[in-house]
């Protein structure tokens, strides 16, 4: 059983930096998706950026292309969210996710860590 635990989690002031981890404990299958979602106060969770485990092909949401950027580090079992030129609109709690496809809602997604918050303050 996969089990993600993220960290990174904070306040920022806009503009500002932060960087998010996922530890990975459990098999992750070269063709598995980890994913990064969030959500907002009375909004719905939503897909921010997504990187094949195997290939390390990526994926982001158009609200956060060209600020956010996926990674991994197999070795480690760890997938990173690195975010810049935060906006006060990234104010949410961010989760880590692993799924099999893009396409299936979130029940292409099986696997959820706990979240942590990340606020950003103008």
């Known amino acids: 059983q996969v089990q993600l635990a993220e960290s990174g989690g904070g306040l920022v002031q806009v503009g500002g930096s932060l960087r998010l981890s996922c530890s990975v404990s459990g098999g992750v299958l070269s063709s598995s998706i980890m994913g990064w979602f969030r959500q907002a106060p009375g909004r719905e969770r939503e897909f921010v950026a997504g990187i094949r485990w195997g290939y390390g092909t990526t994926n982001y949401a158009n609200s956060v292309k060209g600020r956010f950027t996926i990674s991994r580090d197999k070795a480690q079992k760890t997938v990173y969210l690195e975010m810049t030129s935060l906006k006060p609109e990234d104010t949410a709690r961010y989760y880590c996710?692993?799924?099999?496809?893009?396409?299936?809602?979130?029940?292409?997604?099986?696997?959820w860590g706990q979240g942590t918050q990340v606020t950003v303050s103008s």
């Open positions: 996710a692993r799924g099999t496809s893009y396409y299936a809602g979130e029940s292409g997604w099986p696997n």
